[in-house]
């Protein structure tokens, strides 16, 4: 991460896939340390914008996650970022599914989802979708989508 926020992005690249190849060969690609590890570095390249690196770690993560818990809160908040990294890169046909259906089974599994992350995930989840709703000049499903978010911030 130091890397990606100098702008250093082939030391980043290198460093990223030195780490996740010792994860893999440690623990297995489907254990889910490692499932955590690939979302939390794409969430971490989301919020640096870098949408195209978030992409792959994501896809890798939710491909994994769908396999060994496709029921999970989590498999859900992975679906979302990866709607998040195809929206950045204006792939809105591709990210729009992802992110309805990630706030949708986030929402229907609010109860499975730490308390003390219940309620960022599930904003951050509907933010997502109002940036796209945006992106698509839709007002009607933008201000649809800012509705719910208001009532989740009032929960």
């Given amino acids: 991460m130091v ?14 896939k ?3 190849s010792s994860l893999r060969d440690r623990l297995g690609a489907e254990f889910v340390a490692y499932t955590v590890e690939l979302g939390q570095m794409g ?16 896809r890798e993560c939710l491909a994994i996650r769908e396999k060994t818990q496709p029921d999970a809160w989590n498999t859900y908040y992975a679906r ?3 709607g998040e990294a195809l929206l950045g890169q204006e792939k809105f046909a591709e990210a729009e599914p992802l ?10 599994r609010a109860d499975q989802i730490p308390e003390g992350l219940k309620k ?22 933008q201000k ?7 009532r989740l911030n009032d929960s």
């Avoid at 969430?43 to 994501?58: F, N, S, Y």
């Avoid at 992110?99 to 229907?108: A, P, R």
């Avoid at 960022?120 to 009607?140: D, F, V």
């Fill in 3 to 16: 890397h990606e926020r100098a702008d250093q992005s082939e030391k980043a690249n290198e460093w990223r």
């Fill in 99 to 108: 992110l309805l259906k990630g706030f949708n089974g986030l929402q229907q």
């Fill in 43 to 58: 969430l971490q390249l989301l919020q640096l914008k870098k949408w195209d690196r978030a992409e792959g770690l994501l």
């Fill in 18 to 20: 030195k780490w996740f």
């Fill in 120 to 141: 960022t995930r599930l904003i951050e989840a509907c933010n997502r979708i109002i940036e796209l709703y945006s992106a698509l000049a839709n007002p009607e499903e």
């Fill in 80 to 82: 979302s970022m990866l």
């Fill in 144 to 150: 649809k989508w800012q509705h719910i978010r208001d």
